[in-house]
């Protein structure tokens, strides 16, 4: 099935852990994104890739680091300094780096105890 | 700063009515404007979108009103039903830059 594939749905971490998410999508599409979403704030952008080996910041990428060494892949690294990041996360793609419209995968829920 | 505001932040309708969401932008590069279907722990999932060169558009129960002057685009489902309870989030993009803009969600309950 083509679409894309954010593992694991559900992650628990002990405050101070790093934690990594994983997004994978065999569309082919050039562009990828990772948003965070909490209640009552909609879809905020963390961070995106227009292509292999370069990545931008989003409006809230401070704690969070990404890497985007295949066109496939675009994990996603919540470090320690990373305040609050319990949410739900969601990966994204773009068939193209300019215009057109966005997919999301289904979500990984992160919890930090 | 929001680049796109969106209202009401929650709606309750009873089954057929037409509960209608509304979006607001400021930038007037952007060019595509799509609507987002969300359902609890899922990803959202497009819906139905619109380009400014045309004023609605619809699909099934579901149209998008476009106006260009006002800077403002609604979503009206028509005929609703239970099954259509979620939460609906408005979006807007430009080609340069393929960065895309979110409302902060419409949260739709319709009641049997």
């Known amino acids: 099935d083509g679409g894309i594939t954010q593992s694991p749905k559900y992650l628990f971490r002990k405050e101070g852990q790093n934690v990594t998410l994983s997004c994978e999508q065999n569309?082919?599409?050039?562009?990828m994104y990772w948003y965070r979403q909490d209640p009552g704030q909609g879809l905020r952008l963390i961070y995106y890739?227009?292509?292999?080996?370069?990545?931008q910041k989003g409006d809230i990428a401070e704690g969070y680091s990404v890497s985007r060494e295949k066109k496939e892949s675009f994990p996603l690294t919540g470090t320690s300094a990373q305040k609050n990041p319990t949410a739900f996360y969601l990966c994204?793609?773009?068939?193209?780096?300019?215009?057109?419209?966005?997919?999301f995968g289904e979500g990984s829920w992160l919890t930090v105890v | 700063q929001q680049q796109v505001k969106q209202s009401p932040q929650s709606l309750i309708v009873q089954k057929g009515g037409i509960p209608i969401i509304n979006c607001a932008y400021e930038?007037?590069?952007?060019?595509?404007f799509p609507w987002y279907q969300q359902f609890p722990g899922k990803g959202p999932a497009l819906l139905i979108a619109i380009r400014p060169d045309v004023s609605e558009k619809k699909e099934g129960r579901f149209t998008i009103s476009f106006n260009k002057s006002a800077k403002q685009f609604s979503l009206h489902i028509m005929d609703s039903q239970p099954g259509d309870s979620a939460t609906y989030f408005c979006a807007a993009s430009r080609q340069i830059g393929n960065q895309f803009y979110f409302g902060t969600g419409t949260s739709l309950t319709v009641i049997p």
């Open positions: 890739s227009q292509i292999v080996n370069d990545f």
């Open positions: 994204a793609s773009s068939p193209r780096a300019t215009g057109n419209t966005i997919y």
């Open positions: 930038n007037t590069a952007f060019d595509y």
């Open positions: 569309l082919n599409h050039d562009a």
